[in-house]
């Protein structure tokens, strides 16, 4: 019996329910074994919290032999490399743009001045301030219900979430408006998840590693290869969208492109500094470096330095 880890909530039982139902097709007896973690057991915001506050647990319990392997929403995973562990599948990846929830079947757009938006993610924050709609911004934490509700009730006018997770817990019917990455570019990682085990255990690496999907880790690998070189954390007002591209040579033959965009904005959204580049999947990682040597020389560690980094 595989025993796979994964935080309690909603969202990430379901996430982890697709890689176990996965298994069990494949032939493989699999369950869930539920592991509380510090940011299921805290109301602060995450950029208070800390990065990994949703996976250090996960990971103590596989070092410890609680269970085999856990699913974690990649995006939540430190840049820093554990030599204890590997990932050793990336899925197809969700859709990994931001959405809007709003009163009244509004977009972004159409809500008024004044209007109280709430997310606790310094990346949104930066961005929706950048936009000048005069939006006020409050600190948003709790599951995806939770957050849904604070509209519903009238306590928030929107919240901005990750269209991902509402898709996966078959919510998506509340989104008002999905972001484009022109508007608000994701977390880096973000709509992905990552299936992590022991790295000694090689035959449970080989297992899993069917479920990898070649184009959604090239772009997961190029957006936190930005991030990890910023040295900027998961909490960090920074964005990155990666994506596998066909594009067509002078002869006519298709091949494969990797295309990065990445932004560093100021909190109070006074300033937005923006990259992009494009390379190949196989370097994937050389094109992350690539867009935030480009970021830096625009002027990104300055904005970085001004909030004081969380590495």
Known sequence: MIRIGTRGSLLATTQAGVVRDQLVAAGHDAELVIVSTDGDRSDAPIAEIGVGVFTAAL??????GTVDMAVHSYKDLPTATDPRFVIAAIPVRA?????????????????PNGSVIGTSSPRRTAQLRALGLGLEIRPLRGNLDTRLNRVSSGDLDAVVVARAGLARIGRLEAVTETLEPVQMLPAP???ALAVECRAGDTALAELLAELDDAD??????????????????????????????????????????LSLRGCVA????????????????DRARELGLSVAAELFELGARE?????????
């Open 266 to 281: 100021t909190l109070d959204g006074s300033d937005v500094i923006r990259a992009s580049g494009i390379g190949t999947p």
């Open 189 to 191: 990682a973000q709509g």
């Open 95 to 111: 859709d990994a743009r931001d959405a809007l929830v709003a009163r009244d079947g509004m977009v972004l757009g159409e809500l």
């Open 59 to 64: 990971r103590e319990a596989i070092a410890e």
């Open 216 to 257: 959604t880790r090239a772009a997961v690998t190029a957006e936190r290869a930005l991030l990890a070189e910023l040295e900027a954390g998961c909490s960090a007002p920074v964005g990155a969208i990666a994506e596998v591209v066909e594009s067509i040579d002078e002869d006519g033959r298709v091949f494969l492109e």
């Open 303 to 311: 904005l970085l330095d001004e909030r004081g980094r969380d590495v």
